[in-house]
């Protein structure tokens, strides 16, 4: 199984509301991430869960909120939402964070996303 | 600082024809390269992964080159098809943590 899953695909919500995207992976992976992506734009990294510990934030703001419960899930949670932040929003995982020799363990495997529309 | 530029125009050609798309970096020295394939309001897929010592990385009808002096990937498809269409990102790793660092992307049309 190579697949990982994201709910819900599509999610609307207003800049008072408080919501969470979920992600899960059954392939043993030990890496988790979060990344936003905007139209015509290349993915950015927001996030980046090591063994269930959070070992990147890329300076995201405090309204975006990781929780990685164990090593198959990974929780976004949301709360105070600006328009701008409407977007598409992915989950990977990789084998780990290679240091050196195995690289293939980088191979990000991607969910299908979450349409994020905030009015 | 460092970047990744790949033709933000699409590339459109005739089906059966060889697609070649361009990615070149700056301030940059990767390990590796890959390449992702995505489809509107999709995740991307991984294609290819070629290392910093590896010239040309080949797969089914995908052909990756790498030229660390010229500092620039190109990806082939061989006979494409309509159901090659879709953009195509180049991902470099980002330094110590190996975590890649993704092109904007070519969108890429086979026209039949």
């Known amino acids: 199984d190579t697949e990982v899953t994201q709910t819900p695909k599509h999610l609307v919500m207003g800049m008072t509301n408080k919501k969470s995207l979920k992600c899960e992976q059954h392939?043993?992976?030990?890496?988790m991430y979060w990344y936003k992506q905007k139209a015509k734009k290349p993915p950015e990294l927001m996030f980046v869960y090591s063994y269930e510990k959070l070992s990147i934030n890329e300076s995201v703001p405090s309204r975006f909120s990781p929780e990685c419960p164990n090593s198959s899930l990974l929780n976004l949670h949301l709360h105070a939402l600006q328009p701008e932040d409407s977007a598409l929003y992915l989950c990977?995982?990789?084998?780990?964070?290679?240091?050196?020799?195995?690289?293939?363990?980088?191979?990000?495997?991607f969910g299908a996303g979450t349409r994020l529309s905030v009015l | 600082s460092q970047k990744i530029e790949q033709n933000s125009e699409a590339l459109n050609i005739q089906e059966g024809k060889t697609a070649t798309l361009t990615c070149n970096y700056t301030?940059?020295?990767?390990?590796?390269l890959q390449w992702y394939r995505q489809d509107p309001g999709r995740g991307p897929v991984f294609l290819l992964l070629?290392?910093?010592?590896?010239k040309e990385k080949r797969k089914e009808r995908l052909k990756v080159t790498f030229d660390t002096t010229l500092k620039q990937s190109l990806f082939h498809i061989t006979a494409s098809q309509p159901a090659d269409s879709a953009t195509y990102l180049c991902?470099?790793?980002?330094?110590?943590?190996?975590?890649?660092?993704f092109g904007r992307g070519t969108s890429l049309i086979v026209h039949p």
């Open positions: 990977a995982s990789s084998q780990g964070l290679a240091s050196g020799g195995i690289l293939a363990k980088n191979i990000q495997y």
């Open positions: 991902a470099l790793d980002g330094g110590g943590s190996y975590i890649p660092t």
């Open positions: 301030n940059y020295s990767p390990a590796y």
């Open positions: 392939m043993g992976h030990r890496a």
């Open positions: 070629i290392r910093e010592n590896e």
